[in-house]
Every structure is written in structure tokens, then in C-alpha cells.
């Protein structure tokens, strides 16, 4: 089965640009995970869609983030403008649903942002 | 709100030596419990899982994890380690309520096994 896709697998941008990335899930998952993981630390949720809907969206910085799941498939994570502490690696994930019993998150090879 | 604490932040190992890495989790409610492994280059891969029932848990590669509720632990553990159990490990924890259902990950343990 595929996993999950991320692109670009790296990208450097000049802080105060703007910069987009993309996922595509495991086919038939209904649920997709956003996560910022900052060098030495763990991943932190930025955002999670059921389908197209925004189920947590808590931990995101809507300022300057914005995600979109339009159709309930792909989707991507905007960042604009950027700030130098954006440097991470953005990892999207995705479930089968939210439910009890199938949590189990499938990770993509993630982005990682360099902002200089 | 939900936390994750793994003490260790790098262990070095000669092969064959036993692994046990710490996980303490805090949060109130039933939880699902995971550990993930991330070989370098690679992406996050599930090595086991608790959700209920037996507390001692068998995943992938001869590693094993115990559920100690009174503990809040989910320490993780393999008798014998191998020079490709070089990775980073994250402990991970959610609530299995309807909805949001993401995780809470630790800031990770690096493990390097030395031939």
C-alpha cells in the first residue's frame, strides 16, 4: 500500500516569504494530521481534518498558518509570512478515522523548512 | 492537559546489550499508548501500540512495551539491541474520546548502538 506523500522534501525561503506544502494521504483515510517537529523535540499537532472539516485546530498560529483539506483527500499546510523559529520539519500523517480502535497515524517523510 | 516525559535523551549501547527506554505520560482518562521509531532518513514508523487489555505489549523488530497504569509508564523494552536499532524513539499518548484523536509525543530518546 502507498504511504503517505509530502512534497517538497526540503525547502529553504527567506524569512517574511511565503511558502506552501503539500500532502496526499493513504487512500481511505478519513483522518489527516499536520505536526511541527522543531529540532530536538517530538511533533506537535498544528492541525487535524476529518474528512474536509477541521476537527483540532487549537495549536496552530492562524497569523501567519492556514491549511486546507477542500476535498477530503490532499491537502496543504501555508505558511506566510514566515519567521526564522518556522525552521522545522512539517510531517503530515493520516489515520484510517478518528475512532478509538484505529488511531494508528501513518506518517509521511515530511518538509523540512529552512528559514534563513 | 496531556504530556509526555522521555528521560533519556541519548543512550549508547554495544550490541546485545538489553534496552530500556522510560516513558511517563500524564493525563487523567483511558489512553492509547504508542511508541514510535524514526531511522535516520526515515519517516515515523509505528514500532508498538496499547490500547487495551494485556499491559505488556509485543511490536515489531523483539520490542516490547509494558502499560503500568498505577506508574503512568509505558517504558519501552528489547533484550537485545542490534547495530540497525540506531534511531530516535518518541513515546506517544491520546484520549480515545470521538473527534480529536492526536497524539502527544515526547521530545524523543536517541538510541546508538555500537557494533
Known amino acids: 500500500e502507498a504511504g503517505v506523500a509530502q512534497s517538497p522534501r526540503y525547502k529553504i525561503i527567506e524569512k517574511r516569504q511565503s511558502v506552501a506544502f503539500w500532502c496526499n494521504p493513504i487512500?481511505?483515510?478519513?483522518?489527516l494530521y499536520w505536526y511541527q517537529q522543531i529540532l530536538g523535540q517530538g511533533p506537535k499537532l498544528l492541525i487535524q481534518?476529518?474528512?474536509?472539516?477541521?476537527?483540532?485546530d487549537s495549536q496552530l498560529p492562524k497569523d501567519r498558518f492556514s491549511a486546507e483539506r477542500l476535498k477530503g483527500v490532499d491537502s496543504t499546510l501555508k505558511i506566510q509570512p514566515a519567521k526564522l523559529e518556522d525552521s522545522a520539519v512539517y510531517l503530515c500523517?493520516?489515520?484510517?478515522?478518528?475512532?478509538?480502535?484505529?488511531?494508528?497515524?501513518?506518517f509521511g517523510q515530511g518538509t523540512r523548512l529552512t528559514v534563513v | 492537559a496531556q504530556s509526555v516525559s522521555q528521560h533519556n535523551h541519548h543512550v549508547i549501547l554495544s550490541e546485545a546489550a538489553s534496552l530500556e527506554l522510560g516513558c511517563n505520560y500524564s493525563?487523567?482518562?483511558?489512553?492509547?499508548l504508542f511508541w514510535y521509531v524514526q531511522y535516520p532518513g526515515q519517516h515515523l514508523q509505528l514500532l508498538l501500540k496499547?490500547?487495551?487489555?494485556?499491559?505488556l505489549v509485543k511490536g515489531i523488530k523483539g520490542f516490547e512495551a509494558e502499560f503500568i497504569k498505577s506508574k503512568f509508564s509505558f517504558n519501552l523494552r528489547k533484550p537485545s539491541v542490534q547495530w540497525s536499532d540506531t534511531a530516535e524513539y518518541f513515546c506517544?499518548?491520546?484520549?480515545?474520546?470521538?473527534?480529536?484523536?492526536?497524539?502527544?509525543f515526547g521530545t524523543g530518546t536517541r538510541l546508538t548502538v555500537i557494533p
Open positions: 500523517a493520516s489515520s484510517l478515522h478518528g475512532g478509538a480502535q484505529n488511531t494508528e497515524a501513518f
Open positions: 487512500s481511505g483515510h478519513a483522518t
Open positions: 481534518f476529518q474528512n474536509n472539516g477541521v476537527v483540532d
Open positions: 493525563y487523567g482518562g483511558t489512553v492509547n
Open positions: 496499547y490500547f487495551s487489555g494485556d499491559p
Open positions: 506517544a499518548v491520546n484520549s480515545p474520546r470521538t473527534g480529536a484523536n492526536n497524539l502527544f
